[in-house]
């Protein structure tokens, strides 16, 4: 597990547990976001997916005391079609919203289509 996953892992993680609408045993059953940011940013790394990390992940790299929920990614629309594990559930020409296993995955898309 590379560290850049596990330490995204851990911020979600922390995230999600320590908000208290979220203490279901549905959002508590979910002990794997470690595993699974990993295998994300693994996919994107083998599949040489260029990416940039921003909002609240990117944040928490300077600034400590702050949760966040998701992680938000800038992608171009073609790079975001190589990851099809990736589960869209709201979409328009500049933003997409899905799920990557138990992930909240923000995407601004960018208009640069290369």
Request: charged share 25%; aromatic share 10%.
């Amino acid at each position: 597990m590379t560290l850049a996953a596990r330490s995204v892992g851990a911020i979600i993680r922390d995230g999600i547990y320590f908000d208290i609408k979220n203490w279901s045993d549905e959002f508590m059953a979910d002990r794997n976001l470690l595993e699974t940011a990993d295998t994300l940013f693994a996919l994107l790394e083998t599949r040489k997916i260029p990416y940039l990390l921003v909002g609240g992940i990117a944040i928490l790299s300077y600034i400590e005391g702050r949760n966040t929920q998701d992680i938000d990614f800038i992608f171009s629309r073609k790079d975001l079609d190589r990851l099809t594990e990736l589960i869209l559930h709201d979409e328009n020409r500049d933003f997409a919203r899905g799920n990557f296993q138990s992930l909240q995955i923000d995407c601004l898309l960018t208009g640069n289509n290369s």
